[in-house]
């Protein structure tokens, strides 16, 4: 009996960015409830909004940018 294969959805950029960062604020937050180190949180908050930002942007333009040389005229 022929079972057909699932169909493989791509990665989503965005799932990967938003996963990344849930990772970073754990570790980030981990490490400082072990180690006592002090941060100020709108700048820690800043930087890994920039960082997820730019990201989502690199991770759409190289998403686009294969896309256009996958393409067989």
């Given amino acids: 009996m022929y079972v057909p294969e699932p169909e493989r959805r791509p990665l989503r950029v965005g799932t990967i960015v938003w996963g990344l960062v849930l990772a970073a604020l754990g570790g980030l937050f981990l490490t400082v409830q072990l180690t006592g180190i002090r941060l100020d949180a ?14 989502l942007v690199i991770g759409g333009l190289i998403s686009v940018l294969g896309r256009g040389r996958s393409r067989t005229p």
């Fill in 42 to 55: 709108g700048m820690v908050l800043l930087g890994v909004l920039i960082g997820a930002g730019a990201a």
